[in-house]
């Protein structure tokens, strides 16, 4: 069921980047921002208040929220980031960029399994709850 759920959010988040890249010079690259982060908090927070009695597909229909949310917030905010930066200094940028993408993949890959370690049965949810607050 896990599995499921991540291809929603996989697919979701492909289709509302390019979405979101299209709207990208009709709306203000900080609305498409907001609404991203809000979407993926939100359903980051629906995620973490599934029980187990809780009909099988909605757990797809959040993780979608989530992604959704994802790809809406990272189109803008990539454009923001490189058009900001002169020619001169665009390696500068792409080194950030890529810095900053490593960097909260380590943190949530430390911190994941840290929760799950800690607690088993809370430990999904307090993560879910961690990344929806970073998110806010």
């Known amino acids: 069921m896990i599995v499921k759920a991540m291809f929603f959010w996989a697919l ?26 809000l979407l993926l908090a939100v359903g980051m927070f629906l995620l973490a208040r599934l029980n187990r009695s809780a009909p099988c597909w909605l757990p ?37 960029l890529a810095t900053t993408r490593l960097l909260g993949q380590m943190l949530g890959a430390v911190i994941v399994p840290t929760f799950l370690g800690l607690n088993a049965e809370h430990g999904p949810r307090q993560a879910l709850l961690t990344g929806e607050f970073s998110a806010l």
Not at 20 to 27: D, E, F, L, V
Not at 65 to 88: C, H, K, Y
């Open 12 to 37: 979701l988040a492909g289709i509302s980047a390019y979405i979101s890249g299209r709207a990208i010079n009709t709306i203000a690259p900080a609305s498409l921002l907001r609404s991203g982060l």
């Open 60 to 96: 797809s229909v959040y993780s979608a929220l989530a992604g959704a949310g994802f790809g809406m917030f990272q189109v803008p905010n990539l454009q923001l980031l490189l058009s900001s930066s002169s020619i001169r200094e665009s390696g500068r940028s792409n080194g950030v």
